[in-house]
């Protein structure tokens, strides 16, 4: 692997994301508080711009004990959805529910004495 520096922690605000081109690979980097993800910027479905899509949170259905639907509610976990037709990944661990052949590539990320650095594979 090939320790890349890619910015001072300062530009990553909390909630932001970037994409950022190393050697040709495109790699999104999202930062949630302290926690870093980064993934390539290929979505395993049909190659889309992954990162480049929309994150919301998971929707889910409220289930009451009758097992009737009490409506849509969203969920703390954080979908990344690929814009070329939808797919959902969870932003902590690239993972698609529905399909676990759909996972995003991950990119090790980390931050050292204030510097945000990533781990390309080589």
Not at 11 to 31: C, H, Q, S, T
Not at 76 to 95: M, N, Y
Not at 96 to 120: C, E, M, Q
Request: some cysteine; proline content about 7%.
């Amino acid at each position: 692997m090939s320790e890349i520096q890619i910015g001072d922690l300062k530009a990553f605000p909390d909630g932001d994301y970037r994409i950022v081109d190393v050697d040709g690979l495109e790699v999104g980097i999202f930062r949630r508080g302290k926690d870093f993800y980064a993934y390539e910027n290929r979505c395993p479905h049909y190659g889309g711009p992954v990162c480049q899509g929309k994150i919301l949170n998971r929707v889910e259905e409220n289930l009451g004990p009758d097992k009737a639907s009490r409506g849509l509610r969203f969920a703390a976990e954080e979908h990344i959805i690929c814009p070329w037709h939808g797919v959902e990944f969870d932003l902590k661990t690239g993972r698609n529910r529905g399909f676990a052949r759909y996972r995003l590539r991950p990119i090790p990320v980390k931050v050292r004495s204030g510097t945000v650095y990533l781990d390309i594979p080589g």
